[in-house]
């Protein structure tokens, strides 16, 4: 069984950093693509970043260079590098892993999220 648990969540002021983590449970990790997901509130959930098996990143055009995912393949751990942080990036963060290596489907593996708030 898949499990994914994501960690690093947080309070921060505005302008802070924080890094998180997602360790994947089960699952032959270097094969799939990896994704971390946000959902604020009443905001439907949005990409954030996705990194290929290889190594290729996309981010979302919000991110704006402050944000970068990478992973360890021998850890199985994706993480996501947030700096200056805004309020609007407060939210609950996802980390999304693919089933089916190379196809993004709905019956994709979700870890429970971790809260980010970013508030003066």
């Known amino acids: 069984q898949v499990q994914l648990v994501e960690s690093g969540g947080g309070v921060v002021q505005p302008g802070a950093s924080l890094r998180l983590s997602c360790e994947v449970f089960?699952?032959?990790?270097?094969?799939?693509?990896m994704a971390w997901f946000r959902q604020g509130p009443g905001k439907q959930r949005e990409s954030v970043a996705t990194?290929?098996?290889?190594?290729?990143?996309e981010y979302g055009d919000f991110v704006k260079g402050r944000f970068t995912i990478s992973k360890d393949n021998i850890a199985n751990m994706v993480y996501l590098q947030m700096n200056s942080l805004e309020p609007g990036d407060s939210g609950i963060y996802y980390c999304?892993?693919?089933?089916?290596?190379?196809?993004?489907?709905?019956?994709?593996?979700w870890g429970q999220g971790t809260q980010v708030t970013v508030s003066s």
């Open positions: 999304r892993f693919q089933k089916t290596p190379g196809i993004w489907s709905d019956s994709d593996f």
């Open positions: 089960g699952r032959n990790f270097p094969i799939s693509d």
């Open positions: 990194i290929s098996y290889n190594g290729i990143t």
